[in-house]
């Protein structure tokens, strides 16, 4: 006991200094457990977790002033494609599942957006997306719709309740406003799963001067934190510490994250291995979602390197590697 306390103190002493930011969501709540309970020192690391609003988390990620970043698989697909960032998905994380939804005005279904302006809170491939899934389900395209971006979510819930908006696609604890007057859920990521699903994400050459352990243990310290989260003891604690640390200045009670809890899907191990070691996962849609921004940029950037490798999920769930398969190369 002495021992594990003198190792635990030591590693402490002498931990590695990381940043890792996100923007106001549910799914990505359990970092701040990890951040509070100390489940990143265990691995030798100080993980400093940093709350930006609207999708401004990645922005920080591609400019160089964080280390990693957790987004939607299809916002690290639009740093690449559309900027030319050189950033690399370390993992596969979670889904949102119900919790992206498309709001229409009163009186309108989906059918009713046509010709319509609807709102986006990001210029993604992973809202675009979703949309395009939601359209395609009445018979719709883009192409059938005026998209508008506003990257401020409560600003595009405010244009959305004074119908200067048709529809508008939003996630809690944003959409509540627009619902209550008037605006109602004509579809939802639930409806179509796997749509948008959520990465941890880092800039390339950064992680190729970093210790291979490093990053594996800044995943492990994720699945602790995601295992800490799912015991049903831990339950309120939980939900306080994501109510108040997890929406930046947004006041979220414990029961409303419960509620948001119930629209996303955080992957427990067996979900890590299966999307992220397994043949139909995070790489398939990667390379479905790379396919889709290609096709819908205005002038798509080369490809600067692999965008995903299974390599770091395997080292943090201590998956062999396939025989013919090495760690990635650093940077050129």
Not at 225 to 238: I, K, N, T
Request: include cysteine.
């Amino acid at each position: 006991m002495l021992l594990s306390a003198l190792v635990v103190s030591c590693l402490q002493l002498v931990a590695q200094s990381y940043t890792l930011s996100c923007d106001p969501w549910i799914a990505w709540t359990p970092a701040w457990v990890a951040q509070e309970k100390g489940m990143w020192r265990r691995y030798g690391l100080d993980v400093k977790v940093v709350s930006f609003s609207g999708c401004d988390a990645a922005h920080a990620l591609a400019a160089g002033k964080v280390d990693f970043c957790m987004a939607m698989a299809g916002t690290a697909v639009g740093l690449a494609v559309e900027e030319g960032a050189d950033v690399v998905v370390l993992g596969e994380i979670d889904w949102s599942h119900g919790g992206d939804k498309l709001l229409v005005d009163k009186g309108l279904d989906v059918a009713g957006l046509r010709g319509g302006r609807v709102g986006i809170y990001e210029d993604s491939p992973a809202v675009y997306m979703f949309l395009a899934e939601a359209l395609k389900a009445a018979g719709l395209g883009l192409e059938s719709v005026e998209v508008i971006v506003i990257e401020d979510p409560e600003s595009l819930a405010s244009q959305l309740v004074a119908h200067r908006l048709a529809g508008a696609v939003l996630y809690a604890p944003f959409l509540e406003a627009a619902m209550s007057r008037g605006g109602h859920v004509a579809g939802t990521t639930a409806d179509f799963p796997g749509v948008m699903p959520e990465v941890i994400v880092a800039g390339r050459e950064r992680i190729a001067r970093m210790p291979p352990e490093h990053v594996a243990a800044l995943l492990r310290g994720w699945i602790d934190a995601v295992e800490w989260c799912q015991q049903p003891e831990h339950e309120v604690e939980f939900l306080r510490i994501a109510a108040a640390r997890g929406f930046g200045d947004e006041k979220v009670t414990p029961a409303e994250a419960r509620r948001m809890l119930q629209d996303v899907r955080i992957h427990d191990r067996a979900a890590l291995r299966a999307r992220n070691v397994g043949e139909h996962g995070i790489a398939e849609f990667l390379a479905r979602c790379e396919k889709f921004a290609r096709a819908h940029a205005e002038a798509p950037k080369p490809a600067r390197g692999p965008l995903y490798t299974p390599h770091w999920m395997r080292l943090a769930l201590g998956e062999p590697e396939p025989a013919a398969s090495a760690a990635p190369s650093p940077a050129k």
